[in-house]
């Protein structure tokens, strides 16, 4: 294996353990969140309650899961 | 300086104090089992790489990248980041994960490269070590200044310093990208890491008493704030007071945790609790 090779796998890998590590439920809240960002840019009214709305949800979902692991 | 810039200062500073505090452990280990001179080369060569990190990527991406782009992006990388420590924070307050033992990481260290002593120039003397036993000794000089070089020393203490401080360089980029404020947020960082440094020369230990669960919620509330804030700044949302938003933030994500880690204590572990569940530190 070269060491270019070596060295795209490990950054691959940090950033795979970065993004989604032992908890991918928290990346895919992420991406949900930014496109709920995008879809809700004009309606900053409803945006102010449902954005932190969504992150409370996925928190809170992902600690369940963890306590289900533990 | 405005409620905002503060915050993000703190953040900064906090997250590095606590990446800085779990390098510290590393780094002591490597000093006292093979010698104090390669220790500190090692971290202060992953301390100079960071650095260059900071300025080769933060700067482009401050001056090259459309602010909104960056925002959104930055945003979701502060958002992941920050829930990752939410989550990991209220598990072990309330009990459903082992807290994060310098103690343990200490010992494992000192018994690994202890194992390699018969190579090794440093001071091997297996596990807990005095306190007297862990200061460099700059009366005998060794090994502080003269005493021979360890690969395996300077390579621990490197990749310990560099692994712990690569998150601490991303929040850096990160928010001070994202902010305009990229020599803040890494002078914060810089100031963290030198603050642990000297108290964990002081005291001569690895800083065990430290409260880094309690640093790390914080931390991850601050991050998942500016993770929240910027993704909506970024997506064209605008935010009612502003950047003072980011105190409403911080408020409703804090309280969000502290009944998190009250409701997961209250539940109680879904099976008997067993360290080293898999899930990483």
Redo the contacts between chains.
């Keep these: 294996m070269t060491s270019v090779v070596r060295a795209l796998r490990a950054i691959g890998k940090?950033w795979g353990?970065?993004?989604i590590?032992?908890?991918p439920e928290?990346?895919v809240?992420?991406?949900v969140?930014?496109g709920a960002?995008?879809g809700?840019?004009?309606r900053?009214d409803v945006?102010?309650f449902v954005?932190?709305l969504v992150?409370?949800v996925?928190?809170?979902g992902?600690?369940l899961r963890?306590?289900?692991?533990? | 300086m405005t409620s905002s810039t503060a915050v993000l200062a703190l953040a900064v500073f906090g997250a590095s104090a606590v990446e800085m505090v779990e390098a510290l452990t590393i780094v002591t280990a490597a000093g006292v089992t093979r010698g104090w001179r390669s220790a500190l080369e090692g971290a202060g060569a992953a301390a100079l790489v960071l650095a260059a990190l900071v300025v080769a990527i933060g700067i482009p991406l401050a001056r090259l990248v459309p602010i909104d782009f960056l925002r959104?992006v930055i945003g979701?990388l502060l958002?992941?980041?920050g829930?990752?420590w939410?989550?990991?924070a209220?598990?072990r307050a309330?009990g459903?994960?082992p807290l994060h033992d310098e103690d343990a990481i200490y010992t494992k260290t000192v018994a690994d490269l202890s194992s390699h002593s018969g190579d090794a120039p440093g001071t091997a003397s297996g596990a807990n070590p005095s306190a007297s036993a862990r200061r460099p000794d700059r009366q005998t000089g060794s090994p502080w200044r003269h005493g021979p070089r360890d690969a395996t020393g300077f390579t621990v203490a490197f990749k310990g310093v560099f692994l712990e401080g690569?998150e601490v360089v991303?929040i850096v980029i990160t928010l001070g990208a994202s902010s305009g404020h990229l020599a803040l947020a890494a002078c914060s960082a810089a100031v963290a890491a030198i603050i642990v440094s000297i108290i964990g020369y002081l005291v001569a230990r690895q800083l065990s008493e430290v409260p880094e669960n309690w640093m790390k919620l914080a931390v991850g509330v601050m991050l998942?704030s500016f993770g929240?804030f910027w993704?909506?700044e970024?997506?064209?949302?605008?935010?009612?007071g502003s950047d003072l938003m980011i105190l409403g933030?911080i408020a409703?994500?804090a309280l969000?945790?502290g009944l998190?880690s009250v409701a997961?204590r209250a539940?109680g572990?879904?099976?008997p609790?067993v360290a080293g569940?898999?899930?990483?530190a």
């Design positions: 940090f353990d970065f993004l590590g032992d908890a928290l990346f809240g992420t991406v969140f930014v960002a995008l809700l840019r004009h900053g945006a102010v954005l932190p992150v409370i996925f928190l809170s992902s600690v963890g306590r289900a692991r533990s | 959104v979701a958002l992941v980041l829930l990752d939410l989550r990991k209220v598990l309330s459903h994960k690569m991303l998942t929240v993704v909506g970024g997506a064209g949302v605008h935010w009612p933030l409703l994500f969000t945790a998190l997961m539940i572990p879904s099976r609790s569940n898999g899930e990483s």
